[in-house]
C-alpha cells in the first residue's frame, strides 16, 4: 500500500517492517515537515487497516510497520528536526532579484536548473518531490536542501552581513536562488520595491568606460564603407564653406564704407 498523489513521494507504505525501512530511506533529504506528514499519515492508514484486517500475519506486518514509524518520530521530536525545514521563497520574489544574480557574478547551472523546474512546476514546491534533477539523480526537493545545508553552514560560520542599501548581499543572495530566505517576509513585502531599486543601482567606472568603447566600437561596425570613405570630402567641403562664408564676410565689410561715402 502507497501513496498515489502527484506531488508525493511514491514508494511508501506500511505492509511490514522492510517496507517501512524503505519509505523512511525514501523520505530522507526531503523538507522536514512532509517527512513528518508524511509518517503520520502512514500511521493513521495503518490504522484504519488494521481495523478490516483478520490475516493475523498481515496484523503483526503491519503493527511492526507502525512500530518503526512511531520510534521515527520521537527521534524526530527529540532532535528538533522542524528547526531544519526551509520555507520556499514564492517564484516572484526570486525573479525580481534576479538581476543581483548577473552583478554579483554568480553562475551555477544546477541553481539554473532548479530555477528552471520550479517554473515549470508552476511554482508549487510539492511538485519538486517527484521531479528528478537528472538521470538517476535525486529529486530537486532533495538536491535544494542538499545545497541549502552547505551554504547556511558556511552562513553560520562566516556570518556574513545579509543586507547592504536594503537589498541582499552576494551570501544572501545565494541561498534566494535556492528559493530560502531567512528574512523571506521582508523579501515578500518589498517585491514591488526592488524593480526601482536594482535600476538605481550606479555602476563602477570600468564599467561606463567599458559600455563607452563597445558603444564606439558598435559605431564604426554599423558605419558603411562609402560613408568611411566620403568623411575626408565632408571635411574638405565644410573647411571651402567656411572660407567661402568668411570671404563674404569681408566683402561686406568693404563695401560698407563706400556706401557710406555715396551717402555723404
Known sequence: MSETK???????????????????KNLEGRDPDYQKLAIKGLIGRAKRTLTLTKDKEKLQNINEAMSVFENWLKNFE????????RAYLPLASIEALLPLKEKFS???????????????????????????????QPTWDIVRNTELKK??????????????????????????????????????KNVSTYEEKLASVKITDDD??????????????????????????????????????????????????KKKNKDD
Open 6 to 24: 502527484a506531488d508525493t513521494v511514491p514508494g511508501l507504505g506500511f505492509k511490514d517492517k522492510e517496507k517501512a525501512l524503505e519509505t523512511i
Open 208 to 257: 561606463a568606460d567599458s559600455e563607452e568603447e563597445n558603444k564606439e566600437k558598435d559605431e564604426e561596425k554599423e558605419e558603411k564603407p562609402e560613408e568611411k570613405e566620403s568623411k575626408p570630402e565632408k571635411r574638405q567641403e565644410k573647411r571651402s564653406s567656411k572660407r567661402r562664408s568668411s570671404g563674404d564676410s569681408s566683402e561686406d565689410e568693404e563695401e560698407s564704407p
Open 78 to 85: 527529540l532532535s528538533n528536526m522542524s528547526k531544519e525545514n
Open 106 to 136: 554568480i553562475e551555477d547551472n544546477r541553481i539554473d536548473e532548479f530555477l528552471a523546474a520550479y517554473k515549470k512546476a508552476n511554482a508549487d514546491y510539492k511538485n519538486l518531490r517527484t521531479v528528478s534533477s537528472g538521470e538517476d
Open 151 to 188: 551554504l547556511l553552514k558556511g552562513l553560520e560560520e562566516t556570518r556574513p552581513d545579509l543586507w547592504k542599501d536594503d537589498l541582499p548581499t552576494k551570501e544572501h543572495m545565494e541561498i534566494i536562488l535556492w528559493a530560502y530566505s531567512p528574512d523571506a517576509s521582508k523579501i515578500k
